[in-house]
């Protein structure tokens, strides 16, 4: 089994609260991974602090051997992972297409000075933009809705424009931040179905999600925090059996609801 994403004794403090505490996960090539645990147990703040967005207090981080803790973010998303938000975070007033657009400025050559003053250049790339973005959206089926402006949209399509825009770069690995939070069952059976055509592609997928059916049911591997800790890692049935972890998030009536429909 070869390691895609390696952390290592990870911490990561704010002032006097230890929201990530020694964590160490590995996650295999080939795998959808969930982070699951109760609000607050520090599951954003890993994937900021695997994306870059936030510095480490100690501890490492590989992506493929190559440590990326330390790195800029945009380097780590040229590395190949990219992640998708909590609170969507679109431009509105911009349309489906053109919010593709922007996420796909880091995979062009072009840097921007170059994209303000060489028009013929700024053209080629844009063209080459318009067609990756038509592809995505063509796979994430809204290619229909390309030129709406996103705040006309509801909020599945939203969500899918925003995953739309992580699969521009084309990352070796997204991590998605409460994918089927806030959908109606009907989006969420969509949004999944999405997912898993994007692992299909080839995509692992580390996923961050409070929805107990989509987590049992998609992932290979489940780790599970509470208070910046790992207390739990397995595989759906390990964690859906394990004590602690009950008692902690899932709570006996998941438990129990889980132990009829199992017939145990
Ligand atoms: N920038 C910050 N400054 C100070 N404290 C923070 C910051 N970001 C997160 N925290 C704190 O770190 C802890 C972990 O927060 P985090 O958002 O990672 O939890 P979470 O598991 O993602 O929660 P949820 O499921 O509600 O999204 C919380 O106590 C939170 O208040």
């Known amino acids: 089994m070869k390691t895609i994403l390696k952390l290592e004794n990870v911490v990561k403090k704010f002032s006097g609260l230890v929201a990530v505490e020694d964590l160490t996960i590995e996650m295999a090539e080939r795998s959808i991974h969930a982070l699951i645990g109760p609000n607050g147990s520090g599951k954003t703040t890993t994937i ?14 590989r992506f493929n051997d190559t440590v990326i803790s330390g790195m800029p973010t945009y380097k780590i998303a040229q590395k190949g992972i990219g992640r998708t938000f909590q609170n969507l975070k679109l431009f509105n007033s911009m349309t489906v297409i053109e919010n593709l657009m922007v996420g796909g400025h880091q995979m062009t050559k072009m840097g921007m000075y170059k994209f303000l003053f060489d028009c013929h250049t700024a053209k080629r790339e844009e063209k080459i933009l318009k067609e990756r973005a038509r592809e995505v959206l063509t796979f994430i089926g809204i290619d229909k809705w390309r030129n709406e402006k996103v705040s006309n949209l509801p909020y599945g399509r939203q969500k ?3 995953l739309g825009r992580a699969l521009m770069m084309k990352p070796k690995l997204l991590l ?7 959908l109606n069952p009907s989006e969420r059976v969509e949004f999944v179905n999405i997912l898993l055509k994007t692992y299909d592609l080839g995509i692992d997928l580390l996923l961050i999600e409070h929805n107990m059916d989509v987590v049992m049911n998609v992932s290979n591997k489940i780790t599970v925090l509470n208070f910046g800790k790992k207390i739990a890692e397995g595989s759906p049935e390990e964690i859906q059996k394990d004590n602690e972890v009950i008692k902690a ?8 609801a889980v132990r009829v429909s199992r017939g145990d």
């Open 249 to 256: 998030y899932l709570g006996e009536k998941y438990a129990s």
């Open 160 to 162: 899918m424009t925003e």
């Open 176 to 182: 998605l931040d409460e994918p089927a939070g806030g």
């Open 48 to 61: 900021n602090l695997i994306t870059g967005v936030l510095p480490l207090t100690s501890g490492v981080i």
